[in-house]
């Protein structure tokens, strides 16, 4: 039985869409292989948001060249962010590579596998068995909408992954229903921005509306949705999180910088006076709600005061969790165009490590205040004898005992806390 290895970086989307490949390799009797060099198929995910993300991709890439050199029946497949509408260019700099294609450009992939002789089942997507490289999970990743509209100033995902294009309310309910009913408890539905669900359906439905149809599946114990943009994140949408109990509590809301010039210039589309507002009504209406943020320093021109604004954004909004990130120019975009990147690595560097040390010391205090309480665990899985699994805010914790917890839902009350993750005891009785 021909074996396929699938090598995965980047975002949500990506892990999703590398989920779905897998069903499809699946379905034409491949198997999944521990490594590359087990592999006579092989698929690389890729990611190019940052320098750092790129080189990796590209070392890879030259890794397999040389696999390939020695195994030359090796199928190499990439997709992701890497592929652009220039995929000749990418062909002639990897000939090493058999198919490139774009991300979420199954057709493209099933008319390839259809003339390598591989059965690949195009109604099948989706589910791929739960013994290979996936390990087994009561939660699922589903993409509501694809591409983005926005392009923000330094961006490269709009040119690399089109303009938006939503997936049916019922296509979706059909497939969550099918999912809870082979055990899946837990959905996050994806998007670059999901606010902007819907626009282009007929009717209009969005997110909120999405969600009232996922909550009444009977057999789902819980939603979560990423990412959400500040500028259009709606009150109805706030209200539908807050009455619907499968709706965790938690959110990815990026706010990318806490100046409103470099907000203006990054072509955010908000201030940070009308995203310290959107926090507030959200704290209002759904209690205890725990924020996730994005931050990028160093953006061309930042100034020392205009990071200081971000640095204090951070110490007022305190967040439960921020990704931050040094700019890295990409080419293409409007910012890459326009600005010179200006900010030193090493000021980049000094300013990311500022946020990061104020962030780990908020979120240990936050942290903290959940000891002795009791909060209810997702069970994902076992690491080094012990369970772990999400909270409904999102938060990682960890629990040792005998039972199978596997895919339940665990009360575990709190005792020991860090600022990643927290530790208790099972109270279920
Ligand atoms: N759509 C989401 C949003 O509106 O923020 C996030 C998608 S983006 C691919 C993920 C994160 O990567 C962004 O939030 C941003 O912080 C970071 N990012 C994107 N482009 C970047 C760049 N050129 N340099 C540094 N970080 C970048
Ligand atoms: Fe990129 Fe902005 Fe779209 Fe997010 S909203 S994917 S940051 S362009």
Known sequence: MPHYFI????????KAESQQIAGYLDSAGYQAAASFSNADLVVLNTCVVRQ??????????????GLKNTHPDLQILVTGCLVDSDSQELQRRFPHVDLLFKPGDYPELIDWGH??????????????RND?????????LIPIIQGCDNFCSYCIVPYRRGREVSRPVGEIVCEVTELARRGIKEVTLLGQNVDSYGHD???????????????????????RFLTNHPKDMSLKLIEAMASLNKVCEHLELPVQSGDNDILKAMRRGYTVERYRELVHTLRSKIPHVSLSTDIIV???GETEEQFEHSLSLVQEMRFDVIHVAAYSPRPGTIAWREY??????????????KIEELQTAIASEINSQLQGKEVEVLVEGKKKGKWFGRARSNKLVFFEDAGDWLGQLARIQIEKTSPWSLKGQVKNN
């Open 201 to 223: 359906l007929p009717g209009h439905p969005d997110l909120a509306d999405l969600l009232r149809e996922l909550s009444s599946i009977d057999d789902l114990a819980r939603i």
């Open 340 to 353: 010179q990147d200006n900010v030193a690595a090493e000021v980049k560097k000094e300013r990311l490590h």
């Open 132 to 140: 290979g490289w996936m390990a087994p999970s009561p939660c699922a």
């Open 7 to 14: 090598w995965t970086i980047g975002c949500q989307m990506n």
């Open 115 to 128: 003339k390598q002789g591989m059965p690949i089942d195009q109604k099948l997507p989706r589910y791929p």
């Open 52 to 65: 750092s993300a790129e080189n990796k991709v590209l070392g890879t890439l030259g890794l397999l060249k």
């Open 298 to 300: 160093g953006f061309p």
